[in-house]
């Protein structure tokens, strides 16, 4: 029995099941989707806190950008490009090709740069604070003095991460002077981790997967006086500073003169790990366009668990290994056989739905990407460039009356930049080594 029935009566009530379990790639479109319902709200998630989030990462760009030595205007936001090359080469599809480039984001070279980022500067506020150090918003270079240093080395801050967030998080920790602690999953990448090592950072490594890294982090840190978690599962924080993405997107569609609406509407493919991060910035982008963004997750065949827990209404009761999947992936950033309760929470009817794509389809997309585009993505940030030839096959766009022509599609690439070149070659020359 798996919550409440039968694997049989999972498979005779939702088909897509079946092949879920055959690792075929599927498309599930979310039954309870309603674009007109008002989002879901949450203490400490709603449009102020996401509002706030923004101002937040905009009061930290200075001290970012002296902490990293970056060009003078770097802030915690990424392009978005056109894609023609790689569109032509995928079959012509109709619509207008995106490519959102978190891959480029500062210093973490992915998407965790979003929500980790402000995750860490929240805490650093709040610490201040409590010791009445707090300074006005106009005087952040504060933040780099030794008396605030000393302050935050008697703090520690742990997370568990299949590899980007605990880059993120480990990375932004150090600089500001917290004592910071990375429990890694097996997936996570030896560069990533020797990366984190040479800024100072304790690293763990677990021979289970993500969950396992992020329960004993979560445990050890209990344990521990002084010691704040950043907890992937379920963490605002975290949340609100993916979906401060929402006003960045709208800005820059307004300036490629692309416009959003009911007739000319906005596609997302975001790829899904936990949730958290394709959660956080599809709730940012309904609050700017409502109905007319329809927002897909993908994940690999391997790991499915947020369209499980959504297709089950199980969330996060439920792991991918209890249907007999491994979560083994080359998609170490994907990786994850347990979802977010908070993701899984605020998309239950907001998300249009969600899809699957085998490795042999990221290793070949990964690849593709670099030869029509010259972008380097890891293999997870491939994963949304397959959305838009799955919803256009899927029966969603007819069944509202879009005119295809007339969608812009924009696919989520979540990271690339730091890899290493000669990893990133061998990836592409032997992506199953
Ligand atoms: C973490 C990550 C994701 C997904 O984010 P989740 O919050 O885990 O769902 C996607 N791509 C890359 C490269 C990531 O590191």
């Known amino acids: 029995m798996l919550f409440g029935k039968r694997i049989e009566d999972w498979k005779a009530e939702y088909p897509a099941v079946a092949d879920i379990l055959n690792r075929e790639e599927v498309m599930w479109l979310n039954p309870r989707y309603d674009g007109t319902a008002p989002l879901h709200e949450h203490d400490d998630v709603h449009r102020q806190t996401v509002a706030q989030a923004k101002a937040r990462l905009e009061r930290f760009e200075p ?81 780099q003095t030794q008396e605030m240093r000393e302050l935050f080395q008697t703090y520690r801050v742990h997370v568990g991460s299949t590899g980007n967030l605990g880059l993120s998080i480990g990375l932004m920790s150090a600089v500001l002077g917290f004592q910071a602690t990375v429990h890694m999953s097996s997936d996570a990448k030896t560069w990533k981790k020797e990366m984190l090592q040479s800024y100072g950072v304790t690293v763990k490594e677990y021979t289970g997967d993500y969950s396992k890294a992020v329960t004993s982090g979560r445990e050890l840190c209990r344990q521990t006086p002084g010691c704040y978690f950043v907890d992937d599962e379920a963490s605002p924080h975290l949340f609100n500073g993916y979906a401060a993405a929402g006003t960045e997107v709208k800005a820059q569609l307004r300036h490629l003169n692309i416009r959003v609406s009911k007739d000319t509407p906005l596609f ?166």
């Open 63 to 143: 001290l970012l950008r002296s902490f990293f030595q970056l060009e003078t205007n770097e802030k915690i936001e990424s392009p978005v490009t056109y894609i023609a090359d790689l569109q032509s080469a995928e079959g012509e599809l109709p619509g207008t090709w995106l490519l959102k480039r978190d891959d480029l984001l500062p210093t973490a070279g992915s998407i965790k740069a979003r929500g980790g980022f402000h995750e860490v500067f929240r805490l650093a506020e709040q610490v201040s604070a409590n010791h009445g150090m707090l300074p006005g918003f106009e005087a952040y270079e504060a933040f």
């Open 268 to 433: 997302v493919y975001l790829p899904c790990g936990v949730g958290g991060g394709p959660a956080g910035v599809a709730y940012g982008l309904k609050q700017m366009y409502g109905p007319n963004v329809h927002c897909f997750f993908s994940e690999p065949v391997e790991s499915p668990a947020v369209l499980l827990g959504l297709l089950t209404g199980a969330h996060e009761k439920l792991a991918v290994q209890h249907f007999g999947l491994t979560n083994e992936t080359i998609a170490d950033g994907l990786a994850v056989g347990r979802p977010s309760r908070l993701a899984c929470q605020m998309m239950d009817t907001s998300l249009s739905g969600a899809f699957t794509v085998k490795d042999e389809e990221l290793a070949r997309l990964q690849k593709a990407a670099y030869d029509t585009e010259g972008i380097k993505l890891e293999p997870s940030a491939a994963a949304g460039l397959p959305g838009a030839a799955k919803v256009l096959a899927s029966g969603y766009v007819e069944s509202r009356g879009i005119d295809p022509n007339r969608i812009t599609h924009l696919s989520w690439s979540t990271g690339g930049s730091l890899v290493p070149s000669d990893i990133f070659a061998q990836s592409l020359s032997n992506p199953f080594s």
